[in-house]
């Protein structure tokens, strides 16, 4: 994150044919601050990229209520249709829904899920929308 690897190799800054030509001074950065910056740096990049982080767990079962997503057809349409139920699985990410007597096969990417998705969606505090498209 901002350092070249010949520093860290090397433990010094490489030495370029300009800088002597230009004579550009050196800037000396202790080791310690750096590797202190390097460490905060990474767990703000680390608490953002968990935070971002969107995935469904592989353990929906049949009878598993699901919102499933389909391209709107205006712009005031909602994409997320609900009242979806988990028939069954096939293979690790796809899966058998049914919604008033019509199947469709799904896979994970366009559905969330929830026990209160046949409710219209409306998220508790206690439980965390997952979307997919």
């Keep these: 994150l901002g350092t070249s690897p010949f520093i860290w190799k090397e433990e010094r800054l490489p030495e370029l044919p300009f800088e002597r030509k230009m004579n550009i001074q050196r800037i000396?950065?202790?080791?310690?601050?750096?590797?202190?910056k390097r460490q905060?740096?990474?767990?703000?990049?680390?608490?953002?990229?968990?935070?971002?982080?969107?995935?469904?767990?592989?353990?929906?079962?049949?009878?598993?209520s699901v919102f499933l997503y389909r391209p709107r057809q205006s712009k005031m349409q909602n994409g997320w249709q609900n009242g979806f139920k988990v028939i069954k699985g096939i293979g690790?990410?796809?899966?058998?829904?049914?919604?008033?007597?019509?199947?469709?096969?799904?896979?994970?990417?366009?559905?969330?899920?929830?026990?209160?998705?046949?409710?219209?969606?409306?998220?508790?505090?206690?439980?965390?929308?997952?979307?997919?498209?």
């Design 40 to 64: 905060k740096i990474w767990q703000k990049y680390q608490k953002d990229i968990v935070k971002g982080k969107k995935f469904i767990d592989d353990s929906l079962e049949p009878g598993d």
């Design 28 to 36: 000396f950065v202790n080791k310690k601050e750096m590797i202190q």
């Design 92 to 133: 690790h990410d796809a899966f058998l829904v049914e919604k008033d007597g019509q199947i469709k096969r799904t896979n994970k990417k366009t559905f969330e899920e929830g026990s209160n998705a046949e409710k219209g969606g409306v998220w508790t505090a206690t439980s965390q929308p997952r979307y997919f498209r």
